[in-house]
């Protein structure tokens, strides 16, 4: 019975030790290695294989791709803004926009996100070169849309600032209401 309790209060002593040594900051990383945090950190970057892999994790709302860092280049799209006219509901709208790389870094594009899951941008995963071109392409699906849209695609890569922004835009002509029987 005596021993018993030995164990017992030698365990409440070392979860004691380690209860204080993760309050005390740093967590567990010290005593073995990576955090938790860092360890889903890392697992995202490695997500997909590649480390050139960008987008979101499915399921989640985390980014794999971090935002840039080192040296800073500058974008310059040849038409930011697309007006797509006038479409039916349901329509498709695609539309690829031509940039360039005016700065003196390679450019790397590490994000594009539409402001809604109805845009969905494609980007180069390659560095473009000191005055290389390149394109974005936007994917607008307008079932359930009618009515006027804009729709903005944060890009987000190693420019300053490290958020640019393309729109598409126009009118969605709503599809026609069945008439209602008896009127």
């Known amino acids: 019975m005596e021993r018993n309790k030995q164990v017992q209060i030698g365990l409440l002593a070392l979860l004691a030790i380690l209860l204080v040594a993760n309050l005390a900051g740093g967590g567990f990383k010290n005593w073995f290695g990576q955090s938790e945090a860092e360890k889903i950190r890392e697992s995202a ?18 980014n ?9 280049t500058s974008i310059q799209y040849a038409q930011p803004v697309f007006d797509f006219g ?3 509901e349901g329509e498709i709208v695609k539309h690829a926009y031509k940039f360039k790389n005016t700065g003196s870094e390679p450019l790397v594009i590490s994000n594009c996100k539409g402001s809604c899951g109805c845009t969905v941008p494609t980007w180069p995963k390659e560095p473009i070169p000191p005055g290389g071109e390149g394109e974005i392409k936007v994917e607008f699906n307008s079932k359930g849309k009618p009515g006027p849209q804009s729709k903005r695609v ?4 190693n420019t300053m600032p490290t958020e ?6 126009g009118e969605v002509r709503g599809k026609e209401q069945p ?4 009127q």
């Open 154 to 157: 944060t890009v987000t890569a």
């Open 64 to 72: 794999v791709a971090p935002a840039p860092s080192g040296p800073a």
């Open 164 to 169: 640019t922004f393309i729109e598409i835009k």
């Open 179 to 182: 008439a209602v029987k008896g």
């Open 86 to 88: 006038s479409v039916d």
């Open 45 to 62: 970057a490695s997500f997909g294989g590649s480390s050139a892999q960008s987008g979101n994790i499915p399921g989640t709302n985390q």
